[in-house]
């Protein structure tokens, strides 16, 4: 319509400067046609001149005409400019959305940052965010816009049914000029901000709906455009990636927190429970020596010195907690071992054990426990008074070995949590351990690592 008026105007001024030449020729040829001496060259002139009329009105119609289009297509090219450079505008604002809202890691930010951005890519007043489960039921509710105070005077966040039901059946935008008058709408809650305009995005990411985004309270309450529905679609995408990403850090950390949990008691366990164990059999010893008028004058002292060793243990948990550097490998196997045969009455032979110099410093905790938890089970379960630790290389493996002369495996089902412990230290170390009983009598329990192994990753370090 604009394109007409404009040659319509255009048209009307071509006309009006071509009658003026027109009739300023007309009135030049007229006068001048009486002084011509003969009559032929008096109607020469008269069709000359309006030949030459005829000739400048058709000449400022083209060129009029040319002009108009020239004009019109200048136009149309700073329109398509404009809106190529408010595309980009747009399409720049949502890369800077996105990566915005893919630099949040803490689970809240990122909600809230998702909320903040849609509001200002659509121009809309308010902005909400409702995150489900996997069961379609809301479990976040994050609002832009509106007042904490109002917020908790609105109460309970809006269930997923009526008008909002419908993002997720029909799996695309809503846009809605008006939501009053929808059928589905059933009013808004009291102290709720009240809106006509409303843009709601279903966000979905691999085939699952992750949540709702909500706008509402377009500027001046002008319709959202099909160009705002576009980009806050293009967005949502970007945000279920998001929120996908921040569930899985938050899981991540949830795993290990509970690995760190676990470790811990692993640590205590080893390192502590087991020695204290070995104390209240110890104790017990020595009460029934006393009931027998037999006591051992070193007894008390061997259980004051199995205290103090469980007391080192979990320094040693938290020392590790810390990251402070530990006593040498050979002095912590060494250690270890020794008290725990002490208190069984367990006569403990080493062979090999300069080879520890060798073996990695990672290798400290897990391979000083393990060998205190098979001399421990050996005691406890299998009645053993002797027990053989030897350390050996065998081509680039390092082969462990924990003999016994007890009653062998019989009783290994109760050895319960210390076997288990045991199999994942080994585990982790990336070898491969295996509990056989001994023809002479006795079991044994085998440990082959890798004389090289790569640096095993901290199970408290947080996963990417």
């Not at 009307?12 to 027109?22: G, H, K, P, Y």
């Not at 980009?88 to 630099?103: G, I, K």
């Not at 905790?365 to 299998?382: F, K, P, Q």
Request: hydrophobic share 45%; net charge negative.
């Amino acid at each position: 319509m604009h394109r007409l008026r404009s040659l319509t105007k255009d048209g009307l001024w071509r006309w009006l400067a071509a009658s003026v030449v027109v009739a300023i020729e007309l009135a030049v040829g007229l006068s001048l046609a009486p002084f011509a001496p003969l009559a032929w060259q008096r109607d020469l002139l008269y069709v000359g001149t309006a030949l030459a009329a005829v000739f400048v009105f058709l000449a400022f119609s083209q060129l009029g005409l040319l002009w108009a289009r020239a004009s019109a297509q200048a136009e149309e090219a700073e329109r398509l400019r404009q809106e190529a450079e408010h595309r980009r505008a747009l399409l720049e604002t949502l890369h800077e959305a996105a990566v915005a809202v893919r630099s949040k890691e803490a689970y809240p930010d990122v909600l809230r940052q998702i909320v903040a951005l849609a509001v200002r890519l659509a121009g809309a007043s308010y902005g909400a965010l409702a995150e489900f489960d996997e069961q379609e039921q809301v479990i976040n509710f994050v609002t832009v816009g509106v007042p904490d105070d109002i917020r908790e005077r609105i109460g309970l966040p809006p269930t997923h049914r009526g008008l909002l039901r419908r993002l997720s059946v029909d799996e695309r935008p809503l846009r809605l000029p008006n939501v009053q008058i929808e059928p589905d709408f059933s009013g808004f809650p009291k102290e709720h901000p009240h809106f006509r305009t409303f843009l709601g995005v279903p966000l979905f990411w691999q085939g699952e709906l992750v949540g709702h985004l909500y706008l509402g309270g377009h500027q001046g309450e002008e319709p959202f455009s099909p160009e705002e529905e576009q980009l806050l679609e293009m967005f949502g995408m970007h945000a279920a990636a998001a929120i996908a990403r921040a569930r899985l850090l938050r899981d991540q950390a949830t795993l290990v927190r509970a690995a760190e949990r676990r470790e811990i008691a692993m640590e205590l366990h080893d390192g502590a429970l087991q020695t204290l164990y070995a104390v209240g059999i110890q104790l017990d010893r020595t009460r029934r020596q006393q009931q027998a008028h037999q006591p051992d004058p070193g007894a008390l002292d061997l259980v004051v010195e199995a205290v103090q060793q469980a007391m080192d243990a979990i320094r040693r948990v938290l020392d590790d907690l810390d990251q402070t550097p530990s006593a040498s490998l050979s002095d912590q196997l060494r250690l270890a071992t020794s008290q725990m045969a002490e208190l069984y009455g367990i006569r403990l032979s080493w062979k090999g054990l300069a080879l520890a110099r060798e073996m990695p410093p990672t290798w400290a905790t897990d391979l000083s426990m393990l060998i205190a938890e098979a001399v421990s089970n050996a005691g406890r379960h299998g009645r053993a008074t002797e027990v053989l630790v030897c350390l050996e290389r065998a081509g680039n493996l390092i082969r462990l070995t924990v003999d016994d002369n007890g009653s062998g495996l019989g009783d290994v089902a109760g050895a319960g949590r210390g076997l288990d412990n045991l199999t994942r230290r080994v585990q982790r170390l990336g070898g491969a351990a295996t509990l056989t009983s001994r023809p002479e009598g006795g079991a044994r329990v085998a440990v082959e690592l890798p004389s090289d192994p790569p640096a095993p990753p901290s199970h408290r370090e947080v996963m990417p």
